[in-house]
């Protein structure tokens, strides 16, 4: 089963190069970090066209006390471009290794995968976004998550202005004891740079900060 | 016979210099109606792209009317299949390209 899985995301992968265009604009390069009660998280990719990206993503997960490193695959399958709103479908895959530090496995170098979807809604006012992603490491970590994301900006800036939006985003780990997690941020950018902080309803903090170059 | 033939030279050298000034004048601003123009974030690969093209002076985005504004550098154009692939590569759809001279 664990193999079928990663026969999936390699053939995805590859049939999804040969189809697929990029997620920023061909030749643009993006660098997000991401941190919360979960995980810290640097992704880089290039989008080769205006429908996929390619690049690295490392991330470590803390209670679980693994690393992830991915190569990553993001890809745009359908946009929706309407006069005033934009929606977008993407299917996001990795492969790579992982890495535990946690007692029983320590040490242990497993090979890693993940893959789910992602769709998003906007208009200059209101935000919304559902995604999911399975991932599996072997025996270090094999766990489905999925989260949604309601934003409200509370003015329309023009290009170039600071824009700000208040999000509420709710995410679920059916594994978990506690399966729930409910984080409220502020989403802040202007120009390439993107700037997010939250407190999530353990008392843990969000930052995450995006640059397109 | 042979004025004539100083009378056509001269035609023929006029007609290629003004031919020459057309191509040379062909400067201005492009206005284009784009759909899905809502982030200002996303928005910022129209200006990345645009502002590679050499015929391009700058560009100005109106997120309110959902417009783009290209200004051309003098003496330089843009074909329409050019603006278009500019802007579909950014990530939006061409609802309409307006020409100012």
């Known amino acids: ?11 995805g992968i590859f049939i999804n190069s040969a189809f697929a265009r990029p997620v920023s604009y061909p030749g643009g390069w993006t660098v997000m970090l991401k941190n919360d009660g979960n995980l810290n998280r640097i992704h880089t990719h290039l989008s ?10 490392l991330e470590y997960w803390h209670d679980e006390e693994f690393a992830l490193n991915s190569l990553q695959m993001n890809n745009l399958v359908k946009r929706w ?9 993407y299917i996001k895959s990795g492969i790579g290794f992982a890495y535990s530090d946690k007692s029983n496995f320590d040490g242990e170098i497993k090979l890693s995968g993940f893959t789910g979807i992602s769709y998003d809604w906007e208009n200059r ?3 919304f976004k559902y995604q999911n992603r399975y991932t599996d490491a072997d025996k270090i970590y094999d766990a489905f998550m999925q989260s949604v994301t309601f934003g409200l900006a509370p003015y329309q800036g023009g290009f170039g202005d600071l824009h700000t939006w208040l999000m509420f985003k709710i995410e679920h780990k059916p594994e978990n004891k506690e399966s729930f997690e409910v984080t409220p941020l502020f989403r802040f950018f202007k120009s390439v740079h993107l700037l ?18 | 016979m042979k004025n004539f033939k100083y009378f056509l030279a001269s035609l023929l050298l ?13 400067f201005g601003e492009i206005h284009v109606s784009v759909n899905g123009l809502v982030c200002d974030f996303c ?15 700058a560009v100005d985005i109106n997120m309110d009317e959902g ?33 100012v001279e």
């Open chain 1, 48 to 57: 080769t066209t205006h429908k996929l990206s390619l690049g690295y993503n």
């Open chain 1, 196 to 213: 997010e902080l939250g407190l999530n309803d353990r008392g843990k903090f969000l930052f995450n900060y995006f640059i397109r170059f």
């Open chain 1, 81 to 89: 471009n309407k006069k005033n709103s934009q929606a977008n479908f």
């Open chain 2, 67 to 99: 417009m783009i504004k290209i200004d051309l550098k003098d003496g330089y154009n843009m074909d329409d299949n050019l603006v278009t692939k500019l802007i579909t590569d950014s990530g939006y759809n061409v609802e309409r390209i307006y020409r």
């Open chain 2, 14 to 26: 006029c007609l290629s210099l003004s031919s020459n000034a057309d191509e040379k004048d062909i």
């Open chain 2, 43 to 57: 928005a910022q690969s129209i200006q990345k792209l645009f502002n590679k093209e050499e015929s391009v002076e």
């Open chain 1, 1 to 11: 089963m664990r193999y079928t899985f990663y026969l999936i995301i390699f053939f």
């Open chain 1, 125 to 127: 006012s209101y935000f």
